[in-house]
C-alpha cells in the first residue's frame, strides 16, 4: 500500500521561501508521476507541480512557473516542493499525490490521481 506523508508547511511571511517534503512508501515509484496540489477554504483542489519519477519531466501551474520548483531524490523515496517568493494568495492545504504508471486522464486533474497524503497547511501573510 502507498503512502505519502507531508510536512514542512508552516506560517510565513509574503516573499518568503518554504521546502516541502513527502515521504513516500509502499512501492518502488518508476515510472510514476507524483505531484502537489493545493486547495484553499472554499475552492477547489488545484494542480500545482508534477514530476515524473523516472524520467524527472515537470509541469507547472502558470502561476508559480519561476517560482516554485519540484524535485525528488530517488534515494529517499521523497519528492520535495521549493516555494520561492511566496504570496498570500498561496495560502492553503498542500497535498502529495502519485499517479500510478496505467492512469488515463488528464495529470492536471485531482481525479487523475491514485494516491494521497494528509496535506500540509501553508499560510504567507502579507
Known amino acids: 500500500q502507498v503512502q505519502l506523508e507531508e510536512s514542512g508547511g508552516r506560517l510565513v511571511q509574503a516573499g518568503d521561501s518554504l521546502r516541502l517534503s513527502c515521504a513516500a512508501s509502499?512501492?518502488?515509484?518508476?515510472?510514476?508521476?507524483m505531484g502537489w496540489f493545493r486547495q484553499a477554504p472554499g475552492k477547489e483542489r488545484e494542480f500545482v507541480a508534477l514530476?515524473?519519477?523516472?524520467?524527472?519531466?515537470?509541469a507547472y501551474r502558470d502561476s508559480v512557473k519561476g517560482r516554485f520548483t519540484i524535485s525528488r531524490d530517488n534515494a529517499k523515496n521523497t519528492l520535495y516542493l521549493q516555494m520561492n517568493s511566496l504570496k498570500p494568495e498561496d495560502t492553503a492545504l498542500y497535498y502529495c499525490?502519485?499517479?500510478?504508471?496505467?492512469?488515463?486522464?488528464?495529470?492536471?486533474?485531482?481525479?487523475?490521481?491514485?494516491?494521497w497524503g494528509q496535506g500540509t497547511q501553508v499560510t504567507v501573510s502579507s
Open positions: 499525490t502519485a499517479r500510478v504508471p496505467s492512469r488515463i486522464g488528464s495529470m492536471l486533474s485531482p481525479l487523475g490521481y491514485d494516491y
Open positions: 509502499g512501492r518502488t515509484f518508476s515510472n510514476y508521476v
Open positions: 514530476i515524473n519519477w523516472s524520467t524527472g519531466s515537470v
